[in-house]
């Protein structure tokens, strides 16, 4: 699933990590790229960690979203930053707390994501929301 975030979501993401530079570094890679999530995940990627293998069959985005589906939707705390953050979105230590949250976990199951790359990943589940991210945006067994 393809998500861009508008200038405005962009905006509005800026205005709330205003304190946090890897977040604004990413924003910044998000308003160069016109909001595309993935193309910032992957240049965000490459720029921290060399460029991909050209041989890929899948492509990192997807695996790395496959991996962090696996952690994250069963994963009672990362769901309940999330649910509190929708409650009350533009707290920036709740969005902050978010991406933090994320690099531990990723890291935690040996998935090297930087503050940067975390903050795109957040920025998707809650642009498509954690249902749709854990049920809907799961590759069917033809598409795999």
Known sequence: MDAQLTSNEINLARETLHDFDPAQHALNNLEKHNGKLQRSFEDLW???????????????????????????????????????????????????????????????????????????VVLYILKIGLNIFCEYTEPTAEAA
Do not use: M
Not at 48 to 57: A, L
Not at 92 to 99: E, Q, S, V
């Open 46 to 120: 490459a720029e921290k960690n060399g460029p991909p293998p050209t041989k890929e069959r899948k492509s990192l985005w997807e695996v790395t979203l496959k991996v962090l589906r696996q952690e994250l939707c069963g994963d009672e705390g990362f769901r309940g930053q999330l649910s509190e953050y929708t409650k009350n979105p533009g707290s920036t230590p709740l969005l902050t707390g978010l991406i933090v949250s994320l690099v531990g976990v990723a890291a935690t199951h040996g998935l090297p994501l930087d503050p940067a790359i975390a903050t795109i």
